[in-house]
């Protein structure tokens, strides 16, 4: 049988890498505070009007979690890369309310036109490839693949 690395704590980070984790980290903790704070209404400008929960407790919910995400990044080292796949998902499952941002034409942080919302799309998969680099979570992974092959 045939020993698999272990997803958290087989694949080593650059100095650059461990510079841009802890930098997402730290915006991560910023937008959550901003959430709970000074940006609550223009968070929940990006709460999807379809979603079967109080927009409000939406933005409270995701702002506690981006700032549980974004000091994992920072002082969980140990456990950058399942943190990375974690802040990768988040990242994905807050997709849907740029998208409503962009379809319902909804002013917030700026995004003011069609074109400014709809270049913010782009960001996103950005931000899921910035997580899952800076951890190393991605590259373990290929390297356990590979290691099974």
Known sequence: MKAYPHPTLDYQTSTVQTVFRILLGLNLAFAGIGHLTWARVEFLAQVPTWLPMNGDLVVILSGIVEVALGLALIFLGKYRTLVGWIV???????FPGNISQYVNKIDAFGLNSDKA????????????????WSTGAWSSWRKSKQSTN
């Open 88 to 94: 990768a998902l988040f990242f994905v499952l807050v």
């Open 117 to 132: 919302r709809l270049i913010r799309l782009f960001f996103q998969p950005i931000l899921v490839i910035w997580a899952l």
